[in-house]
């Protein structure tokens, strides 16, 4: 299955963090078991992200789409630069 499936799929779940301040908080806290980031996500937010998936042992999904074709994907009236995938309890 490819990211944007996954993604879909798990949307109709609730089970995504939306948003990069959402999902830092999260994985700090060691809830989340994937990381998905848009091809132009800023510099800075994705060297966040690396360093704390990098401590977690998460991994990271480096997506092809841009952060507007990912808001398209989510149905949302923004832009997603980051989407975390939380583990299943």
Request: proline share 1%; hydrophobic share 40%.
């Amino acid at each position: 299955m490819d990211s944007l499936e996954e993604i879909k799929k798990n949307l109709e779940t609730n089970q995504l963090i939306i948003g990069a301040e959402a999902t830092l908080k999260n994985l700090k806290i060691g809830k989340l078991e994937k990381v998905y980031v848009t091809s132009n996500c800023s510099a800075d937010v994705k060297e966040d992200i690396e360093h704390y998936t990098g401590i977690a042992g998460v991994e990271v999904v480096g997506l092809e789409q841009s952060n507007e074709e990912l808001g398209v994907v989510c149905k949302k009236p923004f832009s997603i630069s980051v989407i975390g995938l939380l583990k299943v309890q």
